[in-house]
């Protein structure tokens, strides 16, 4: 009572007043009212061991509790040990707190030992012989414990993991920083604040991805690619070696190149006889804008304050893809924070995006339409086509700057502008090939780069053609119309308000009214893509155009539009001279046998239409 009373409050006010803070510890962990109970018991042993008669069973009571008292002396003492060690540096290298969990229950091993001696009024050794018997038993029980306590050894000698490195384990879904490293779990605390607890001598039996190494060496790789469009890569004129020897970061690389190389071989415009073309496949000397984008990268990144320059740079090709050629850059930036790192690469990316046209070099588009302004019911898509090529059309003008009136295009060989009913129309005169896209504004028309146009065809305002399409002979392109890159629309075939997205074929006399096609459909010839419903009598005497019943993919029933034709998944496949019903759905990958009537309903994905 003495002690707790006048001893412990003294000391408590004293320890406050102390500069050091490791005594603050042991009033933290409650050390001397600890140490107060065990010299209180002592004296109430040593009292009972005075007495002649004192009963056996209150001894043996006593010292149990003494003992447990030790117990609860040393799990704070270990717990004091362990504050006063993260106090330096070396405790976020070295964590101990598994070693002083594993030492808390050696001390209970011994406790509860020295407790059943003391009871049974035994030798501890005879009862620790005892207990080597049943060593497998305990083995057993306390394996995961055995196992965590290798882990933690492991961890230990081999500087795997720290306090403060941040680590990915995705078979626990934690992406995060290590905020404590016991006998059992590591706690990580996830990017999103988020605690994720991963068993300790688990972790090191799934994919541990640990970043402490890019944080002490200043370094982060970044690995991104570059797609550039096939058709812009092009040999260097004569005249454009002067140019772009010009810029800083070329002169040395082009200086260089020219002493190799004769004029002759360099000159591109020296005729275009067979011998030319075999001396310039044989010497190979000819420089691309595509190697001149290359050494720049190079250069710059060299010369980027926040790159590493002792580390490696690599500006290389990947395999050609009908995506374009995949410039493949490796480099790495002395920012290792996530936000920092993020925004250093977007800003050099989006610097090198921008610079790329300065060597002639284009990126090609996305393959698909992303259809992003076109949303809603299947059957409301096909009405918002012309809204979706004025966007587009408006999109490259204000990107390139570059547009004629029909008025302002003069009538050539190739092409002529026709006026029908008060409206434009473009008639082609000769096939050619459109080597430069063609927007004429008041139209709406937009014909992309590559695309070929063959005699007869029609096509009429509001229509975006894309690239490395073929228009063929007379296709009539009725407006509203969107056509994705690598398109066919053939012979004779005649399109209205529909999109084919990408690499889509309607090669001989089809007809595709209010429709909507994915990519790699191919249409066989005389398909007839329907888009109005049977009217009677007295609905055509009064103009009348009934909205018709459109069957989802759950069966359940919709009014639609007056018109609507179908909506065509990617990869299908029709034969010759079928028919689809207006208000098909027809999922990706299907195919319809030839003179087929496919009638009006869902279909699902892959399926086989016979009859």
Known sequence: MFVCRVVNPRLHKLMLKSQVKWDNFILEERIPQALSLIISSALVIGFFEDLTYSPEWIKRLLMIWLLALFMVLGGRLINFLIRIYNMYPLSKKKPVKNLG?????????IIVILGVS??????????????????AFIAFIFKDTLLAFIAGLQVAAMDMIRIGDWVEVPQYSANGQIIEISLYTIKIENWDKSISFVPLNKAFETNVKNWRYIQETGGRKVKKLLFIDISSVHFLKEEDYEVYRQEPALQ??????????TPSVLNTDAGNTEDNKISRIRYNKQLTNLALFRVYIRHYLKQHPDTRKDLS??????????????????????????????????????????????FGLTFPENR???????????WEIPGQIRSEVIRRCRSHEQLTGKHINSTQLQNTD?????????????????S??????????????YIGKNTKLEFGALIRPYTYIGNYCEIRQGAYLRGNILVGDRCVVGHTTEIKNSALIYHTEAGHF???????????????????ISNLNFRTLEQKKRGEFPPMTIQDKDGNAHKGTAKFGSLIGDGCETGCNSVLAPGTLLGRESAVYPCVFVRRKYYPPKSVIRK
């Open 368 to 378: 698909e339409w992303d259809f992003i302004s076109l949303s809603g019911t299947p």
């Open 101 to 109: 969990q594993l030492m808390k229950i050696g001390l209970a091993f």
């Open 414 to 430: 190739n092409y002529k502008i026709d006026i029908c009913a008060g409206e434009a129309e473009l008639v082609v005169l000769k």
């Open 252 to 261: 040395d690389y082009i200086t260089a190149h020219l002493k190799k190389n």
């Open 432 to 445: 050619f090939v459109r080597t430069e896209p063609l927007f004429i504004a008041d139209m709406h028309l």
């Open 510 to 528: 089809n007809y595709i009214g209010d429709t909507v096609i994915g990519s790699y459909v191919n249409l066989g010839a005389g398909t007839v």
């Open 118 to 135: 003391v009871l049974s009024g035994k030798s501890p050794l005879l009862i620790l012989s005892g207990i080597g018997a049943v060593s």
């Open 313 to 358: 740079i690599v500006v290389a090709q990947s395999d050609t893809s009908d995506t374009g050629i995949p410039l493949e850059i490796h480099f790495f930036l002395t920012a290792s924070e996530w936000d920092m790192f993020e925004n250093i690469q977007a800003e050099i990316f989006e610097y090198l995006i921008s610079v790329a046209p300065e």
